[in-house]
């Protein structure tokens, strides 16, 4: 079992910066991808960014191409999201996700889909205001 632990929300102004990280319990390149998703109150879980975990390919939610950017750190099994360019659009609970079950063929949409992730960490929130 994996254990992911979120980092770094806050409140922040439009338009500026933020970086959240996730600790990963396990060799990160052992997870098959993993992915960000932001959940407002009342709303769905969306899918914002996913990294394939052995190759470092990423996907997008169109909202957030050119302004966000999912990284993985190999050496301190860290996945990180840089958000720049902040909206309040933006806000929500942000959780980190991983799964380990193949991506070989994975098109963005499935590549964002919650339901296909396994295991969670807690979350983490991100105010923009």
């Known amino acids: 079992h994996v254990q992911l632990v979120e980092s770094g929300g806050g409140s922040v102004q439009p338009g500026g910066t933020l970086r959240l990280s996730c600790q990963v319990s396990?060799?990160?390149?052992?997870?098959?991808?993993m992915a960000w998703f932001r959940q407002s109150p009342g709303g769905p879980r969306e899918g914002i960014a996913s990294?394939?975990?052995?190759?470092?390919?990423?996907h997008y939610a169109p909202s957030v191409l050119g302004r966000f950017t999912i990284s993985q750190d190999d050496s301190e099994n860290i996945l990180h999201l840089e958000m720049s360019g902040l909206k309040p659009e933006d806000a929500g609970t942000y959780y980190c996700?991983?799964?380990?079950?193949?991506?070989?063929?994975?098109?963005?949409?499935?590549?964002?889909?919650?339901?296909?992730?396994?295991?969670w960490g807690q979350g983490t929130q991100v105010t923009v205001s």
């Open positions: 396990v060799p990160i390149r052992s997870t098959s991808c």
């Open positions: 996700a991983a799964d380990f079950r193949g991506s070989r063929g994975m098109t963005t949409s499935q590549a964002l889909a919650a339901w296909w992730y396994t295991d």
């Open positions: 990294i394939l975990t052995l190759d470092a390919s990423t």
